[in-house]
């Protein structure tokens, strides 16, 4: 029996209080460090009593001439680098029916376990919907699905049954670059962006995947990584 609700895929987004932005702030240190600096020479000399034109030639003045140098340079620096602002990935509204189907068969210990694990996956990463094959039939696809599929019917293509044989997951960064991108689309809204594909075990296999490109960070798929795991032993448990 395929059980299909509405969920709330608003768990996948990220909050800017939780994924904050730090690259402004990293750009601005030269500019910080800079001011500082020249700041600091100017202040020495203006406290400190000594006549400049006595020192003009002394070996503290050509001292403070080689920090202010230095300390224009981190600033030309730091505005160089707050000019240059790396592009934002592209971001899109999934097309598609949201869904929430677990194959009947599955044992009620192992839904809670796929169910806990979309929950933390979604909640840190970007993912918009996760699916999860077990001997090359759907066990479970939340989230988000393409328009008028049957939850339940979707099947793993050559890119998933390749990572399954060797054991190796899978990250398309963009998805529109890859020629093999259409084994997605036959359950996947068209304009989904990323995709992971995670083997699951010797039997199963994951996608997860969102509407950004490049929505995974080093630091969301070693996430995924490490929730596969407690994946594999729901599979296994559901025999």
């Not at 402004?24 to 202040?43: F, N, Y």
């Not at 479970?140 to 049957?150: A, D, F, K, N, S």
């Not at 899978?170 to 996947?188: I, Q, V």
Request: hydrophobic content about 45%; overall charge neutral.
């Amino acid at each position: 029996m395929v059980a299909i609700q509405t969920i709330d895929l608003t768990r996948s987004v990220g909050s800017p209080l939780r994924r904050p932005d730090k690259s402004d702030i990293i750009r601005a240190v030269p500019l910080a460090a800079g001011a500082l600096g020249i700041t600091s020479v100017l202040a020495n000399r203006l406290f400190s009593g000594i006549e400049p034109a006595l020192l003009a030639a002394s070996s503290q003045s050509r001292a403070d001439v080689v920090a202010i140098f230095l300390s224009a340079v981190l600033c030309l620096t730091g505005l160089q680098w707050l000019s240059l602002k790396p592009k934002a990935p592209k971001m899109v509204e999934l097309e598609g029916e949201l869904v929430n189907y677990f194959r009947e068969e599955m044992p009620p210990a192992a839904v809670q376990d796929l169910e806990a694990a979309w929950s933390a996956i979604s909640w840190a990463t970007k993912a918009k919907f996760m699916v999860v094959f077990k001997d090359e039939k759907c066990v479970m696809h939340v989230g988000c699905m393409l328009p008028g599929h049957i939850a339940g019917t979707a099947v793993p293509g050559p890119i998933c049954l390749e990572a399954q044989r060797k054991g190796t997951g899978n990250f398309l960064a963009n998805l529109a670059l890859f020629p093999g991108r259409a084994e997605f689309y036959t359950y996947l809204p068209r304009n989904s962006q990323s995709v992971i594909v995670q083997p699951c075990g010797e039997r199963g296999v994951v996608v997860i995947g969102s509407g950004t490109q490049r929505a995974f960070t080093v630091l969301d798929q070693a996430w995924i990584s490490a929730w596969n795991d407690k994946l594999e032993v729901a599979l296994e448990n559901s025999a």
